[in-house]
């Protein structure tokens, strides 16, 4: 057994189970503690230290994502051999998330195809969770459990609107989180969010239809209107949500099919619609009888304190409003599970169109998210989540805040995964882009979220703290404030240089 | 035996055999022609002619798809009464086609929601695999070693095209069951073989382009290739493969964008192209430039002493095919995994196809598949599946036989899952289903499988052995004999009472 003293701090701002499992994490990497000796019983250590058994419980999963140690069923935590550390599988794609492959390869586009994702890449770019705070254990269990349960039913055809016992799930799920009535009859399984919108698409749009996306928006939503053969026009969003005097004029010109709008931290922009704006779209969508598509991904991560903005399907009396809630950024992104809520009169056309899409969803995973919620694993994670994600959060904007000194400017968000940074005057986001690329820190210039007309937009930066930890925050931040002096001082040289030309 | 002139004009443009069905059609109307009177026989029509076997096989099929001639097996053709010939008024089913190609919820569908599925149900319809074959314990122990090995990267995002190391063992697979040679570069995981075609389609097709399938096909394909807005063009297929003169003659007129086919065990006929019929294919694709799609999900499926056909895919040098092979049939379906070998022009494409649809499909089943290979699994879990399919096919096959009597119709598949059994005279497909349904039986009645300008068929059904096990054949054969003799005595007592009416 174990026996050596652990120092936790309660006044800094680390969470306690950080603290832990990085002081154990060192002590098995000093030797302290030997391969195959086994950590002490949960209880026992939560006592020993005065914390209660989730911070034990957690610091134990944290240290055993990482590789440090193994659960034995039945028996406890014992400490593994380091060599045995898991080789990480990730891909460079796996560190780019569904906003970043399409824009990843604008941006090879914009860097001549220079870039590679290496391990050392600290990489702002990507708002793919690291795999190290997934839950593990408890889905596994859960899959387990499925199995034992259901036998090959897992592995059977699954109906195509869903498992019917996760679709109960989801609609208390959206009850307690989203404040979102709905039967369960309108609740549409899909393979995530993307595919969520590809199906929509099948659904309402024809070659030549129009859609109005928020301008800048996401990639992936627009290359699937595009495939459809419609045409994208951009309407811009400010500090309260979309512009709806120039929504209402698109929408008179082009009697748009749709309208994609991401309403809750919205990407890249961070924005949340205020109440007013959300009421705003609800009345043109029903003056002009137009689709309101909302993707709610980020939507559950608002950092405490901060009173979330309500989702537009709560509001939604005239059931306009397609809603898409992706589970890739509150769970797990390889669950490849997201839902759609439809209105009444779409809700078979969905339902065929996601059949002909793939038939089904997988039928195991379903499953084994069903009895996650059921056995309330869900509260827990989401806690433990925010608590990872502010602590991050905080640190970028600790440093963002001092880069103000050199003229950048942005809102916080209080939630989400992201900042959205204007750059001072004189410094390009393609060339900050570049010069961090030649240090390994990979940045999101603005121009890849932009629709067709606003393309020359080149001036912001979305930068993302969800893949990268606090480490790898510091290292970067130096990195994006050497890239900014350095672009600083050119554009004033070129400032001096000019009355000579 | 029958003696009369008939006229072809090989310089016009309407196929021969529609020619001789027509002028032999209407020699029967028109009396030349008596009921009971037995056709030329093949050769012998064809050599007086001077066209070849084939137009006149096709000719006579074409007659007897109308209801103006049948077949009795060893013997030829003989003129039927025409009283006796099929209405081919729509059936209620004609509008639902889209909805029918798959599985229980499919037959839902079809029978406007009438039917449930219940335990009692003896489904010969459904082509699924029963769950309790399905090698749960194997499976359940990859996953749990993939988890325990890969941790959170088991769910994070996988690369769009796959998971390496399943790739390379896909190679290997390939080699070995199929003798396709292929780089992993150019193999493409997708969540399942319709999600293949759906891709696919996204790729190649654009509203107003021409499609080739066979006639009658899947409509799962034909659903995805309409929703591109393509039009579907269907050619015949006889023993030996889809029609190569008609497919000519189509490519000429329509220049479709791609020709999809089913090369083995094809659905819902049950036929294996011959050698011949695939080098031909792959000259028409050569000579007018246009990609074949092999859609090969019952290979591997065939039963001892039985030399499987050749793939289209296995013969393809000038990297026109396009192979899609789902997992659904031969290991299980809720696994949601397949794989398409894309040719060399074309993989960049699929890829941005399949990001845009769903970003990957599931890491963790894609890495404990691979698993599944590496342990050798695979070889024992195909012969336990051959000799479990073996053994139910040759009981339906015995049943089958004793039908014969009846008047019913049928070559032996030697493989796959499904017979494909023409009906005596005066037996209708739908009505015969309808007879079954009303003992909970459910087979398929072959309209569902027809595109559109063969719609008017109705003497065939597909029954397929996949779901049912023993006892289910024994009794569901029985309600179909019981169903057939009624629907026999109807169509004499029609026959009888016609001259009254």
């Known amino acids: 057994m174990v026996n050596v003293s652990i120092q936790l701090n309660k006044d800094i701002t680390t969470p306690m189970y950080l603290q832990l499992s990085s002081s154990i994490g060192n002590?098995?990497?000093?030797?302290?503690?030997?391969?195959?000796?086994?950590?002490?019983?949960?209880?026992?250590?939560?006592?020993?230290?005065?914390?209660?058994?989730?911070?034990?419980?957690?610091a134990y999963k944290q240290l055993e994502a990482n590789g440090y140690i193994k659960a034995?069923?039945?028996?406890?935590?014992?400490?593994?051999?380091?060599?045995?550390?898991?080789?990480?599988?990730a891909s460079s794609m796996t560190n780019l998330e569904e906003d970043e492959f399409l824009e990843h390869e604008d941006i090879k586009l914009m860097s001549n195809g220079q870039?590679?994702?290496?391990?050392?890449?600290?990489?702002?770019?990507?708002?793919?969770?690291?795999?190290?705070?997934?839950?593990?254990?408890?889905?596994?269990?859960?899959?387990?459990?499925v199995?034992?349960?259901?036998?090959?039913?897992?592995?059977?055809?699954?109906?195509?609107?869903?498992?019917?016992?996760?679709?109960?799930?989801?609609?208390?799920?959206?009850?307690?989180?989203?404040?979102?009535?709905?039967?369960?009859?309108?609740?549409?399984?899909?393979?995530?969010?993307?595919?969520?919108?590809?199906?929509?698409?099948?659904?309402?749009?024809?070659?030549g239809d129009y859609v109005i996306t928020e301008n800048p928006t996401y990639t992936g939503a627009v290359s699937v209107f595009k495939s459809r053969g419609a045409q994208i026009v951009g309407v811009p969003i400010n500090e309260s949500g979309i512009d709806l005097k120039v929504l209402e004029r698109q929408i008179i010109r082009y009697n748009p099919k749709l309208i994609y709008v991401m309403t809750r931290f919205q990407s890249p922009t961070t924005i949340s619609y205020s109440k007013e704006n959300l009421q705003g779209l609800l009345k043109l969508s029903e003056k002009y009888g137009v689709y309101l598509v909302e993707d709610d991904s980020l939507a559950g991560l608002s950092f405490e304190n901060f009173d979330e903005s309500p989702s537009l399907k709560s509001l939604d009396t005239k059931d306009k409003v397609i809603y898409i809630k992706s589970f890739s950024k509150l769970l797990m992104p390889g669950l490849r599970i997201g839902f759609i809520i439809s209105p009444e009169n779409l809700s078979s056309e969905l339902l065929k169109a996601k059949h002909s899409t793939d038939i089904s969803s997988s039928g195991l995973i379903q499953r084994a998210l069903h009895l996650y919620f059921e056995k309330g694993h869900w509260e827990d994670h989401i806690n433990y989540m925010k608590d990872i994600y502010k602590e991050k959060y905080e640190a970028m904007l600790k440093y963002l805040n001092e880069l103000k000194k050199y003229g950048i400017n942005f809102t916080e968000p209080k939630g989400g995964l992201n900042f959205w940074i204007t750059l001072p005057q004189g410094v390009?986001?393609?060339?900050?882009?570049?010069?961090?690329?030649?240090?390994?820190?990979?940045?999101?210039?603005?121009?890849?979220?932009?629709?067709?007309?606003?393309?020359?937009?080149?001036?912001?930066?979305?930068?993302?703290?969800?893949?990268?930890?606090?480490?790898e925050i510091k290292a970067g931040m130096k990195v994006l404030e050497y890239s900014i002096i350095k672009l600083l001082n050119k554009s004033k040289s070129r400032t001096y240089m000019s009355p000579m030309i």
């Open 27 to 58: 002590l098995i990497k000093s030797g302290k503690i030997k391969p195959k000796e086994k950590l002490p019983p949960i209880r026992k250590l939560a006592n020993d230290l005065g914390v209660n058994n989730v911070t034990v419980v957690n």
């Open 428 to 471: 390009e986001a393609t060339k900050l882009y570049l010069e961090c690329v030649k240090e390994d820190v990979l940045i999101v210039p603005c121009k890849i979220f932009y629709v067709n007309n606003y393309r020359n937009n080149d001036n912001t930066i979305r930068l993302s703290y969800a893949a990268t930890n606090l480490e």
């Open 115 to 145: 870039i590679e994702i290496s391990s050392n890449t600290i990489n702002f770019a990507s708002t793919t969770p690291d795999p190290s705070i997934f839950p593990i254990e408890a889905f596994k269990n859960c899959l387990n459990e």
């Open 147 to 207: 199995l034992d349960r259901d036998k090959g039913y897992a592995f059977g055809y699954q109906e195509s609107n869903g498992f019917e016992p996760l679709r109960e799930s989801l609609c208390s799920f959206l009850e307690v989180y989203t404040n979102i009535t709905v039967k369960k009859e309108y609740i549409q399984i899909v393979s995530g969010a993307q595919q969520g919108i590809d199906i929509i698409g099948k659904t309402l749009l024809n070659p």
């Open 72 to 89: 034995i069923k039945g028996s406890g935590y014992y400490v593994l051999n380091l060599e045995d550390k898991p080789t990480e599988k």
